[in-house]
């Protein structure tokens, strides 16, 4: 372990004593390390400086602290840790594990130039068209509205990126799906502790003891090229035959006339890259945020009484929903805020690395230590969201019926690194939500199950069986037929 006792150099943060080797690895809460360090914020305040092994962590648990340091000092705190069996599951060129530097600039552009607020409005027509083939499905299997939700997620992804239109058919995002589903199944916050401190474990076959892991790693790289290459490949042939849609990579090839792979082999890598982690960032949470609505509209009938009230006085019986009905329905804004603050799906986000060394309020912060924000303990800040275990929109609401300040950015993260899909997601949630909420009342089922939580980096319940009754006597598949028919969307 890194000393840093013993010099002129300020003290570390606060935090429990760490064992010899392990570090605070034995005292976290291997299913919810956020719970433990809400615990221990207890004792050690905003921030905390823990050991996992050999990697330097420090906590970050308010947003005051967080805004300070990956907002304000954002050219200090940037950068990604060393995720270090990303490459044994060949998932090492995602944006999202990027180090601070020219490759990730070079993404972040491409990502401004489909999601920044002004372009995404460009986008609303085909997240509404999604919402609408999604109430189809959901009237025709109901029972399967979690799958709904999924090809929801990803047909707007599939779409924005690549032009592409998912129809039920989609390969390349399913592929990158299923060796993301080993990465976070296989990769686990142990395998990846273990090689960053002993290096040489990568090297190991993969039946030496503990290391059956790495028998996945390979069909997991596997899947990786074949979502990542194949999605490229395909835009480009339509680039070639004068058929793409306007997206994100059609746009790259035409801009920087990308016809010949070998012509800028480092910028069609990044195309291909940031684009393919597009796919793996935005369906499991969007899909994580739906999911959790459902469980909050099922436990909270008085909500959906008072979203569907305001939704009927706006919109009326005639059509669904649209943009352009959004300001005025200030309180499915603040249901859908709510939902992101309640159980946050993301509860210490993704981990941040000093590049520099800093100090902060007399404390010294070493460079290349990993940053995690307790994102779990800013939704659960009672002074800010008094009460904040219930489930309560009108928290978002002033006392004149309109929207608060509060836009909940922690939640998408901080700085250099916030969630460049922060907007489009907004746009794709609200629209799955009203549209559920105009056409269905989400219901417990006779003999409610328990509901069952996923653990890790994104936590949200599994599906569970509920009832997506259809509102009123009319409601059927008729009537959603003239309903889809008068709210036709033009993309
Ligand atoms: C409710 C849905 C979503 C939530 C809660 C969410 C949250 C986050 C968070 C917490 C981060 C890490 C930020 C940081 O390091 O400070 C992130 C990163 C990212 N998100 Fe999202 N996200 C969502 C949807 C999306 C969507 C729809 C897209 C794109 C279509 C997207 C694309 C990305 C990408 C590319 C990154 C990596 C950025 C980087 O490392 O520079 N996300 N997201």
């Given at each position: 372990l890194r000393r840093h006792s013993g010099s002129t150099r300020p003290p570390l943060p606060p935090g429990p004593k760490p064992f010899p080797l392990l570090g605070n690895v034995l005292g976290l809460n291997r299913d919810a390390p956020y719970l433990t360090y809400t615990e221990w914020a207890k004792t050690y305040g905003d921030i905390m400086y823990t050991?996992?092994?050999?990697?330097?962590?420090?906590?970050?648990?308010?947003?005051?602290?967080?805004?300070?340091?990956?907002?304000?000092?954002?050219?200090?705190?940037?950068?990604?840790?060393?995720?270090?069996?990303?490459?044994?599951?060949?998932m090492e060129w995602s944006a999202a594990l990027a180090n601070y530097g020219p490759r990730f600039r070079q993404h972040r552009r491409f990502y401004h130039q489909i999601f920044r607020p002004s372009a995404v409005p460009s986008h609303h027509p085909r997240q509404l068209q999604a919402a609408h083939e999604m109430l189809t499905h959901i009237l025709d299997h109901p029972t399967h509205y979690a799958e709904h939700f999924e090809t929801f997620a990803a047909s707007v992804v599939m779409s924005v990126t690549y032009g592409y239109d998912v129809n039920g058919e989609e390969v390349f995002g399913k592929s990158l799906k299923r060796a993301m589903d080993i990465f976070a199944r296989v990769a686990t916050p142990e395998s990846v502790a273990l090689c960053s401190t002993f290096p040489f474990l990568k090297k190991l076959p993969a039946w030496f003891p503990f290391m059956g892991f790495k028998s996945q790693a390979a069909e997991c790289a596997k899947l990786a090229n074949d979502g990542r290459y194949g999605s490229?490949?395909?835009?480009?042939?339509?680039?070639?035959?004068?058929?793409?849609?306007?997206?994100?990579?059609?746009?790259?090839?035409?801009?920087?006339?990308?016809?010949?792979?070998?012509?800028?082999?480092?910028?069609?890598?990044?195309?291909?890259?940031?684009?393919?982690?597009?796919?793996?960032?935005?369906?499991?949470?969007?899909?994580?945020?739906?999911?959790?609505?459902?469980?909050?509209?099922?436990?909270?009938?008085?909500?959906?009484?008072?979203?569907?009230?305001?939704?009927?006085?706006?919109?009326?019986?005639?059509?669904?929903?649209?943009?352009?009905?959004?300001?005025?329905?200030?309180?499915?804004?603040?249901?859908?805020?709510?939902?992101?603050?309640?159980?946050?799906?993301?509860?210490?986000?993704?981990?941040?690395?000093?590049?520099?060394?800093?100090?902060?309020?007399?404390?010294?912060?070493?460079?290349?230590?990993?940053?995690?924000?307790?994102?779990?303990?800013?939704?659960?800040?009672?002074?800010?969201?008094?009460?904040?275990?219930?489930?309560?929109?009108?928290?978002?609401?002033?006392?004149?019926?309109?929207?608060?300040?509060?836009?909940?950015?922690?939640?998408?993260?901080?700085?250099?690194?916030?969630?460049?899909?922060?907007?489009?997601?907004?746009?794709?949630?609200?629209?799955?939500?009203?549209?559920?909420?105009?056409?269905?009342?989400?219901?417990k089922t006779e003999a409610p199950e328990e509901i069952k939580w996923t653990t890790g980096g994104t936590i949200y319940p599994l599906p569970f069986p509920c009832k997506f009754a259809p509102r009123g006597e009319d409601k059927d598949s008729q009537h959603l037929a003239s309903l889809l028919c008068a709210s036709r969307v033009n993309s």
């Open positions: 050991h996992i092994l050999n990697r330097e962590i420090i906590v970050l648990n308010s947003e005051e602290v967080a805004v300070e340091l990956l907002d304000k000092r954002s050219t200090k705190y940037s950068d990604r840790p060393l995720f270090a069996t990303a490459d044994l599951f060949g490229y490949a395909w835009v480009k042939q339509q680039v070639d035959k004068g058929t793409a849609a306007p997206s994100m990579v059609s746009n790259a090839i035409t801009q920087y006339r990308l016809n010949d792979d070998s012509k800028d082999p480092e910028l069609v890598e990044a195309v291909r890259d940031s684009a393919a982690t597009l796919y793996l960032a935005s369906v499991e949470t969007t899909y994580a945020v739906l999911l959790l609505f459902v469980y909050h509209m099922m436990m909270h009938p008085e909500v959906q009484v008072r979203a569907q009230a305001e939704i009927d006085r706006v919109v009326g019986p005639q059509r669904l929903p649209n943009f352009g009905d959004r300001p005025a329905l200030p309180y499915i804004d603040a249901l859908l805020r709510e939902t992101l603050r309640c159980r946050p799906v993301p509860p210490v986000g993704l981990p941040h690395a000093t590049s520099e060394d800093d100090t902060y309020k007399g404390y010294y912060i070493p460079k290349g230590a990993t940053i995690m924000v307790n994102v779990w303990a800013i939704s659960q800040n009672e002074t800010k969201y008094p009460n904040a275990s219930a489930f309560l929109p009108e928290r978002f609401l002033k006392s004149d019926g309109t929207l608060s300040d509060d836009n909940l950015s922690w939640i998408f993260g901080f700085g250099r690194r916030i969630c460049p899909g922060r907007h489009l997601a907004d746009g794709s949630l609200w629209c799955a939500m009203v549209s559920i909420l105009t056409m269905f009342t989400i219901e």
